[in-house]
């Protein structure tokens, strides 16, 4: 099981950016699918985005659909979230995730096998 290390997190004016990274330990990214997912104080954690193991295809939830950005660098063995336009209600403690599936995108909890402890992201109004 690989271990997963975010960072980037920090305090952001609306409409503002940040990119979270997710870099692991263990198992190197090119044998995994890759996602993001937040959960809100008093919510449950739910989907942000996610990235297959070639890096070629992406799924985004609704509500960050051409905000959020994710990509995955093989080379450097990193996951990013860039996030553009951040609103208040993305504040949130964000995850990283990583998935044995090898073609298609995984979007659920269930399909991730191995979690960050994740990194805080607010935004202020």
């Known amino acids: 099981q690989v271990q997963l290390v975010e960072s980037g997190g920090g305090l952001v004016q609306a409409g503002g950016s940040l990119r979270l990274s997710c870099a692991p330990s263990?198992?190197?990214?090119?044998?995994?699918?890759m996602g993001w997912f937040r959960q809100a104080p008093g919510k449950e954690r739910e989907f942000v985005a996610a990235?297959?193991?070639?890096?070629?295809?992406?799924k985004y939830a609704d509500s960050v659909q051409g905000r959020f950005t994710i990509s995955k660098d093989n080379a450097k063995n990193t996951v990013y979230l860039q996030m553009n336009s951040l609103k208040p209600d993305d504040t949130a403690v964000y995850y990283c995730?990583?998935?044995?599936?090898?073609?298609?995108?995984?979007?659920?909890?269930?399909?991730?096998?191995?979690w960050g402890q994740g990194t805080q992201v607010t935004v202020s109004s």
């Open positions: 263990g198992r190197t990214f090119s044998t995994s699918a």
């Open positions: 995730a990583a998935s044995n599936f090898i073609t298609i995108v995984p979007i659920k909890r269930a399909d991730f096998t191995s």
């Open positions: 990235i297959n193991r070639s890096g070629y295809n992406t």
